[in-house]
């Protein structure tokens, strides 16, 4: 609502009864009073007092209850983004339970839930094992077996990407590359080995649609 002519501040309420009998006095208060405390349903600026903005300060920080406009500010806290393409609610979600992940950064774990949440994915990582060369049955060097050894901080990371198409994959692997570079301990070392559905008549056919021919990593 306006402000009108007869209207008078209620501050005048805590000062003694001799002030409320100039009007004016009255009209003067009421600006302090929509700055500091606000008048509700004003029509002029600030719609809310400092009280009210002061009092709802704690609203910032509940990812479930902050403006909108804040919720890229709250994920900045914990050194992540946001993806563009997640519903409001998919991103008030990740950030209420991102606080519990981000205490185990670093650990296999938490790239694994992070992958699963960025992604819809289920990854597989392995961490240097030290596979024994069989002929047959890990014998591609580099691959299922590594000569005198894993290589130390080593592991690698494993995921499907299903029905693929070349915006989707380039979307995910730059994704997945971008968490396990920002979550991985800084002196370990990795490999990462995406992969597709093969070819199969009638169901995975469409090349370019459903599945791809040559190598997804790049």
């Known amino acids: 609502m306006a402000i009108g002519e007869e ?3 209620s501050y005048l309420e805590h ?21 500091l405390t606000g008048l509700h349903g004003a029509d002029s600026e600030p719609r809310r007092g400092l009280e009210e903005i002061i009092a709802a300060i704690p609203q910032l920080f509940d990812p479930l209850a ?3 406009e804040f919720l890229d500010w709250l994920a900045g806290w914990v050194a992540l983004g946001l993806r563009a393409d997640w519903r409001e609610n998919q991103q008030r979600e990740f950030l209420a339970n991102i606080v519990p992940l981000y205490r185990r950064r670093g650990t296999k774990q938490n790239l694994i ?9 289920d990854p597989e990582i392995s961490e240097g094992e030290n596979t024994i060369f069989q002929i047959g049955e890990h014998s591609t060097v580099g691959v299922d077996t590594q000569i005198n050894g894993s290589a130390p901080h080593y592991f ?3 995921v499907t990407i299903p029905n693929p198409d070349p915006a989707t994959l380039q979307r995910q692997n730059q994704i997945i590359r971008a968490l396990i570079d920002l979550e991985k301990p800084a002196h370990t070392a990795y490999d990462y080995h995406p992969a597709h559905t093969t070819m199969q008549i009638g169901v995975h056919s469409q090349i370019g649609v459903d599945t791809l021919l040559g190598d997804l990593a790049h």
Request: hydrophobic share 45%.
């Open 15 to 35: 000062l003694p009864a001799i002030f409320s009998e100039d009007p004016l006095l009255g009209r003067f208060l009421l600006a302090f009073e929509q700055v």
């Open 66 to 68: 902050t403006p909108r």
């Open 156 to 158: 690698r990371v494993n």
């Open 7 to 9: 209207q008078s501040s």
């Open 113 to 121: 839930e992070l992958l699963k949440i960025y992604t819809g994915l």
